[in-house]
């Protein structure tokens, strides 16, 4: 990972200049990143505002809590355009302030 970012493959407006399905395949590529380390990087760590996480067990089991388990993820996140990172990432923290599982040391669902 680290020859990575130090090969620019991690830069952070490099990954921005891409679509977020080309910085995830980039990513994706960084042997020691799974599917949700590769989400962070792209949403956090290169600041893509516009991506809803696929691979993040918790914010799926925050959707269902807020808007039931019968509506496709994309037709709830499309409104968060064009912030589906951070309303994504605020959901994430809402449910752990409510819930507690991290501190807990509850696993992901």
Same mark, same amino acid.
Not at 41 to 46: E, K, L, S, T
Not at 78 to 103: C, G, K, N, Q
């Given at each position: 990972? =680290?020859?990575?970012?130090? %090969?620019?493959?991690? %830069?952070?407006?490099?990954? *921005? =200049?891409?679509?977020?399905?080309?910085?995830?395949?980039?990513?994706?590529?960084? @042997?020691?990143?799974?599917?949700?380390?590769?989400? @962070?990087?792209?949403? *956090?760590?290169?600041?893509?505002?516009?991506?809803?996480?696929?691979?993040?067990?918790?914010? $799926?089991?925050? @959707?269902?809590?807020?808007?039931?388990?019968?509506?496709?993820?994309?037709?709830?996140?499309?409104?968060?355009?064009?912030?589906?990172?951070?309303?994504?990432?605020?959901?994430?923290?809402? *449910?752990?302030?409510?819930?507690?599982?991290?501190?807990?040391?509850?696993? $992901?669902?």
């Amino acid at each position: 990972m =680290a020859e990575a970012a130090l %090969d620019g493959v991690l %830069d952070g407006a490099a990954l *921005r =200049a891409l679509s977020p399905a080309e910085a995830l395949e980039r990513v994706r590529g960084v @042997l020691g990143l799974g599917p949700f380390a590769a989400e @962070l990087v792209v949403i *956090r760590g290169a600041n893509a505002p516009d991506v809803v996480p696929q691979n993040e067990g918790r914010l $799926s089991a925050e @959707l269902v809590e807020q808007y039931g388990d019968d509506r496709p993820v994309a037709e709830i996140t499309d409104a968060w355009r064009p912030f589906r990172s951070w309303a994504s990432v605020h959901l994430r923290a809402l *449910r752990e302030y409510r819930t507690r599982e991290i501190e807990r040391g509850r696993p $992901s669902p």
